[in-house]
């Protein structure tokens, strides 16, 4: 008898186990993380940003002199009080208003002069009858031969009112400033371009340029206003004459400073500057 051999069946194929993906990243979690930490170094950047930008403002904002570190001698620049302009009347528009066509400056026309620096010795001459200047006594800031010229200019612009303030700083420099209004600003317009182009008739003047260097040298233009600035060349007498022409709406401004040998600079470009931004 033949004996069969069983052959042992084949083990059944188990079911190959489902690939499971690999769990991934929680992108929430992770992006939280990153982002509290641009959060934090934004707040830091800010913070020393704004420590930053602080620290420049005190800069500009102190005099160099008062600053551990910064001390320097003065640059020139004299010591104003502070600067405000004054108020209108009520219900009176501002000079370049929609409403007011003829560019008035309803604000008093004394109040609108630079006052003196510190240390300053003021000039009893210039002012006047209760802040008011005669008209002769700002003609006779020109040459006689032109007087009557720029009276005449005066007399057809409707000239209401001059008013002046003058000052002598213990180094001898000479400030004069006459502010002039008029009838409206196209009158001021026309006196101002004759006037400043006949810079040289100003009186210890007589030979004048133009310093075109100031644009863009002292600031941001001041809007609504016109300057022109001029100064004596060489040789001069004993003085030299810086001037400047400031025209505002129905305002006509004339800053003078004289001093022995060269007139500085520096104070006189500060002091245009505050009277034109005080027009402005």
Not at 82 to 107: D, Q
């Amino acid at each position: 008898m033949t004996q069969t051999t069983e052959q042992p069946e084949p083990a059944p194929e188990l079911p190959q186990p489902a690939t499971v993906p690999e769990p991934a990243p929680a992108p929430v979690r992770k992006d939280r993380r990153v982002l509290r930490a641009v959060l934090r170094w934004t707040a830091a950047v800010t913070v020393f940003a704004a420590v930053g930008a602080g620290a420049a403002y005190a800069v500009t904002q102190q005099d160099r002199g008062d600053l551990p570190g910064l001390a320097t001698e003065s640059d020139g620049r004299w010591e104003y009080p502070a600067i405000e302009k004054p108020p209108l009347p009520a219900g009176a528009p501002a000079a370049f208003a929609e409403t007011n066509a003829r560019e008035e400056h309803f604000a008093d026309l004394r109040e609108l002069i630079l006052p003196a620096p510190k240390g300053a010795t003021g000039d009893k001459a210039l002012a006047g009858k209760d802040g008011w200047l005669p008209t002769a006594d700002y003609l006779n800031a020109y040459e006689e031969d032109a007087r009557s010229d720029l009276a005449q200019f005066l007399k057809d612009g409707g000239l209401r009112h001059v008013a002046a303030r003058g000052w002598t700083m213990p180094d001898g420099t000479h400030t004069r400033i006459y502010l002039l209004r008029f009838q409206t600003g196209a009158f001021a317009r026309e006196y101002a371009a004759h006037v400043s182009g006949n810079s040289s008739a100003l009186l210890g003047a007589p030979s004048t340029e133009e310093d075109f260097s100031w644009t863009g040298d002292v600031g941001t233009p001041v809007q609504y206003t016109k300057l022109n600035v001029y100064e004596e060349v060489p040789p001069y007498d004993a003085e030299q004459v810086r001037q400047a022409y400031i025209q505002s709406g129905d305002l006509v401004a004339l800053v003078v400073q004289s001093g022995k040998g060269s007139t500085p600079k520096v104070p006189f470009r500060q002091t245009v500057a505050l009277q034109n931004q005080l027009l402005g």
